[in-house]
Structures are given as structure tokens and as C-alpha cells.
């Protein structure tokens, strides 16, 4: 008896749409977890440069603090107040080394200078910006926020030094940490004749006797630089003794104060 061989049976349109559907749902489920990892990567990246910023904006100002009156053992050379006063009577009106109580944030922020003589650093005595300064000088290192131009879309914390001694500019308006937006101090002095320690904080227009500044608290506003999303929430930020930092409405990057004090080490 002869025998047909059988027919082999392919799957049908039913079978083939669900096939897609799930295979479409998969792709949709990968699809977002490669989202959210690559948003979350993002947002981690964007708030460690916000961390990392902040912590060496900080660092940069309170490594000069606390070289703030410095003199190299036997040196014949005149100190004077570790804090440049408002009024320090150096530079021209325009451009000079002097603090400055500012208004609010962004380049109308204080303006913090400390005085000393230079350090060794890396087998040389350098100012602010690493430049490399001569032996028997007292440098003022100044510390302000510079605002965002065409090259430059980011407002940043910049310093400038000043030969106290040749009355003469050594570094001005150098670019340290881009993302920082406001720079606020407020200076520790001592009401009661105690000349070690400090009990009242003040903004530099209210220091009546810059021989009694002990010490300095540092504030300053960082930014993440790079969008995050979502975008933060919008709020207020209060530094010190400023009027509130607001950030402009849509901006979507995220932001931290970052405080420290710092005690002169070398007052006399």
C-alpha cells in the first residue's frame, strides 16, 4: 500500500502577530532600562562634578587662608593683616586686591584676599594660579567670581595675585573651578579683647579693626554644570548672610552650598 507523505504544518498569522507583539513588548522593556541606566548615569556624572567642584572651590580659598600671614623664619619683611581690608589703598579704582562686601551672587559676589608670603609648592613659591613667584615678596591671592562669556558659558570662581611688595599684579582674573556661582564671607572677629578666639561673624563692610579678623567662613554655590533629569526642583539658596540665590526659571541644573571655616594660623 502506497502512503502519502505527510504535510508539514508552518505556523499561522495568529501565532506570527503574537510572536511580534511579545517581541515588541521585550524591546519596549529593554528599551527602558537602557533608558533609566543611561538618565541615572547622567545625573551620577552631573552630581559629581557638582561634588567635586564644590569640594575644590573651597579648597582652593582655604589652602590661602591658612597661609594668611605667613612670613619664612627671619624674615625682615613688614606683614599686614592676613585679610585685606575693603579699603586696602592698593591697585587702581578699577583693579584692585581689596575685599569686597557684594550684593548678591554671580560677579556681584564678595570678594575674599589673603596676604602672605608665598609657600614652597611643588620646589617653588607660587601665587594662586601656580605662577612662579620671587623669594622676599608678600603676594595678596584674591578670590572673586567671574562671570560667563562667549568663550566660557559658565560663571567661575578666579583668583588674582598681587606683589604687596613691587606693588605690581602678578596673575589677574585667572579661571580655577567653572560652575560655581556665587562666593560669600564672613569674617570672625572678637568683641571682648580675647585675641584667640572668636565669637562674632560678621560681612567685611562691618569689620571696624581688620587686626581683630581670627578667621574667615566660606561659602560658595556650585552648579552641576550639565543638565540633569529630571530637572531639580526650584528653590532658594541661602548663603550666609546673602540675599537668596535664585536660579533662572527652566534652569535644570542641579546645585549645593559648600561651607567651611578657617582659623588664621598666623596672627600676631
Known sequence: MNHLPSRQAGISLIELLVALVLGLVLLLGISQVFLSSRQTFATNEAMSKLQ??????????????????????????????????????????????????????????????????????????????????TTNKVIINSYFIIAADANNPQPALACSSYNRTDSAWITQNQRLIDGIESLQILYGINTTGNSKSVNQF??????????????????????????????????????????????????????QIFTTTVHFKNVY
Not at 69 to 98: F, K, Q, R
Not at 224 to 234: C, E, I, R, V
Not at 237 to 251: K, M, Q
Request: glycine share 8%; aromatic share 6%; net charge neutral.
Open 52 to 133: 567635586e567642584n564644590g569640594r575644590f572651590a573651597l579648597e582652593f580659598i582655604a589652602r590661602s587662608a591658612r597661609q594668611a600671614g605667613y612670613l619664612s623664619p627671619g624674615s625682615t619683611l613688614d606683614m599686614p593683616y592676613p585679610a585685606e581690608p575693603v579699603a586696602c589703598g592698593l591697585g587702581t579704582t578699577s583693579s584692585n586686591p581689596c575685599a569686597v562686601n557684594g550684593t548678591g551672587s554671580g560677579s556681584s559676589s564678595d570678594r575674599v584676599s589673603f596676604t602672605s608670603e608665598p609657600i614652597l609648592t611643588d620646589g617653588a613659591l607660587r601665587d594662586c594660579a601656580g605662577t612662579t613667584v
Open 202 to 255: 560678621v560681612s567685611a563692610n562691618r569689620v571696624t579693626n581688620w587686626g581683630n579678623v581670627l578667621a574667615v567662613r566660606i561659602a560658595v554655590l556650585a552648579n552641576s554644570l550639565d543638565d540633569t533629569n529630571p530637572a531639580p526642583p526650584q528653590r532658594n539658596y541661602y548663603l550666609l548672610d546673602a540675599a537668596p540665590a535664585t536660579p533662572a526659571a527652566g534652569d535644570k541644573k542641579a546645585r
